[in-house]
């Protein structure tokens, strides 16, 4: 029987995350640490989305702050575009998903999005972003 997902090993803060299989042939994971302390985010590991090879956008990123737990609540973080996944040693892992499509995707005028030109990496999208990204928070664990 084929695995359903293959595993994604953090070395740097030793934490996995579990990717659906079919994504393979559509992604491309890279890690960053931001400059500075930006927003606090000290580190993040973006999923972006590739398709005829042209990479777009990340259907998934995960974000650790350098922020406790209280901190992020004062903060206001639990009410905005990022999931809380789970907090350790005065670090926040988060999830983040893009709030719309690509802006390549969109009509020439910029009317709607062009689903006859790209209807196949919109949909894909949107099952990565609705379907599959709540099933790899809920995946994360440490090492």
Do not use: C
Request: glycine fraction near 6%; aromatic fraction near 18%.
């Amino acid at each position: 029987m084929e695995k359903m997902t293959f595993t994604y090993r953090d070395p740097k803060y030793n934490f996995s995350i579990d990717i659906p299989t079919w994504w393979k042939k559509y992604i491309v994971i890279r890690t960053h640490t931001p400059p500075g302390n930006s927003y606090n985010v000290i580190y993040d590991v973006t999923i972006d989305f590739k398709y005829k090879g042209k990479v777009y956008i990340s259907p998934y990123s995960l974000l650790v702050f350098k922020m406790s737990l209280k901190k992020w609540r004062e903060g206001g973080y639990d009410n905005s575009y990022y999931k809380f996944i789970t907090s350790q040693r005065g670090l926040i892992f988060a999830g983040n998903v893009p709030s719309e499509p690509p802006s390549e995707f969109l009509k020439q005028d910029g009317s709607d999005y062009d689903y006859k030109k790209y209807g196949t990496p919109l949909r894909l999208l949107s099952r990565m972003v609705n379907e599959d990204v709540p099933k790899i928070n809920k995946s994360f664990r440490f090492d």
